[in-house]
């Protein structure tokens, strides 16, 4: 059994290194071809930031790999005989912080230099290593708090039903749809400040935009984005009572009212054709499956594996082998994404104006540095959004025939000059 659950592994991991050497061996070409949607040197500039962080990503990819064959081979029983507690719920909740621990150590010199290197390198971090280790300290307080007690009641289910794989998936469940509610009122906080929208006419024209499509908020508010990252973004949080609109105040600074107001609409698209349920429906499902299939797994499998089939043990197989079913889900759920996009999009435009919102477009994925073009397996397996160039055309907007330089004001007469008066 351990090893069809190796080979699996080496396949899925395989795969993921696949793509990215063909991610990178694309954008190399393509970012030398006739530059789309920026000038030359914000083209190059874009094509250079994908590669240098999709050779993170390959890199990470294989050192994932190593970790898993470690962990299989001999990282379980060399655990296991370090946590030598009575209780097994204790035994089981300190098994899985070591696992953890061992698998944050290994991941955080990636985080490091994704921030630190490349992200300073093509102007995007903003954090100082401070702020860093403080939002460190605090992922890490959170995890030991609920995760402990998540843990716990994971192994509790374990250890009193034999179809606990069934209980487990609906906790899992449960607490995911509890992190919703609570992410943007009390989780959200702790890592950024948020203020509300001053009154103003951007605030009355966002609240006259919801009201159009019956959303009612906890509030809008501006989040202090600009002190780790000069990323433009925008999203409603929460479920029930706590949804909330965030505007980064990065996004603030750049986007005219105009384009905020079509951002804004893209996202009640989202809202008003209920996609944040199929997506949680799509997670049900996953996660079903999940544990379905890894929490059924032979207790010989853990013997071979030199550890007893105990809560944690069982827990953590089920965390190394969930990336493998989700690969396997990833391009379903991307496909439905991507088509949830353009229909946002196109409620977005309906809201606020095509114009508008291929004027955001444009300017999110300049400030953004987000290289237009993409490997084709890259897209199917990994896109939960179109390609930009394919938005666009949908919007009606020709890349091709325009150049765009956007160290200027983009222009607001005549951009859809040469368009048919229907978007395609």
Request: aromatic letters at 14%; glycine letters at 8%; a negative charge.
């Amino acid at each position: 059994m351990l090893e069809t659950i190796v080979l699996i592994y080496t396949l899925y991991a395989f795969m993921r290194i696949y793509i990215s050497v063909m991610q990178i061996g694309y954008i190399n070409t393509q970012k030398r071809e006739k530059p789309v949607l920026m000038n030359a040197e914000k083209y190059l500039v874009a094509g250079n930031y994908a590669v240098a962080k999709e050779k993170v990503s390959l890199l990470e990819h294989f050192v994932d790999y190593l970790l898993f064959l470690w962990w299989v081979m001999a990282g379980f029983g060399w655990l296991d005989s370090m946590i030598t507690v009575d209780g097994e719920i204790t035994k089981a909740v300190l098994f899985l912080f070591g696992f953890n621990a061992v698998s944050y150590i290994i991941g955080l010199p990636f985080g490091l230099y994704q921030t630190f290197v490349i992200d300073e390198k093509f102007g995007f971090n903003k954090s100082t290593p401070k702020l860093f280790v403080i939002d460190e300290i605090k992922s890490i307080v959170m995890f030991l708090l609920l995760g402990g007690a998540l843990y716990a009641a994971l192994a509790w289910i374990i250890g009193s039903y034999e179809t606990w794989w069934l209980w487990g998936f609906g906790l899992l469940f449960t607490v995911a749809l509890l992190v919703n509610v609570l992410y943007p009122t009390l989780i959200a906080p702790i890592f950024n400040k948020f203020t509300p929208l001053e009154e103003g006419e951007l605030k009355d024209a966002i609240v006259a935009l919801m009201e159009k499509v019956g959303l009612h908020s906890d509030g809008i508010f501006v989040m202090d984005a600009s002190t780790r990252d000069s990323r433009l973004n925008a999203y409603f949080g929460g479920l029930g009572k706590s949804k909330r609109v965030v505007l980064f105040d990065t996004l603030i600074a750049k986007l005219s009212k105009e384009e905020l107001l079509t951002v804004l609409g893209h996202e009640l698209g989202h809202f008003k054709h209920g996609d944040i349920w199929k997506n949680i429906a799509l997670m049900a499902v996953l996660l079903f499956v999940s544990f379905f299939l890894l929490g059924n797994l032979p207790n010989e499998l853990f013997l071979t594996m030199g550890v007893a089939p105990h809560a944690g043990a069982k827990i953590a197989m089920i965390t190394l082998l969930l990336g493998v079913v989700s690969f396997v889900f990833t391009p379903v759920m991307s496909y439905v994404s991507r088509h949830n996009e353009y229909a946002a999009d196109e409620f977005g435009s309906e809201m606020g104006g095509r114009e508008n919102l291929v004027s955001a477009l444009l300017k999110l994925i300049t400030e953004n540095k987000a290289f237009p073009k993409s490997h084709p397996l890259v897209i199917f397996f990994y896109y939960t959004h179109p390609p930009v160039l394919e938005r666009l055309a949908e919007l009606g907007f020709d890349a091709a025939s325009h150049e765009i330089d956007l160290d200027t004001e983009l222009p607001k007469d005549g951009i859809f000059a040469f368009m048919d008066d229907e978007p395609r």
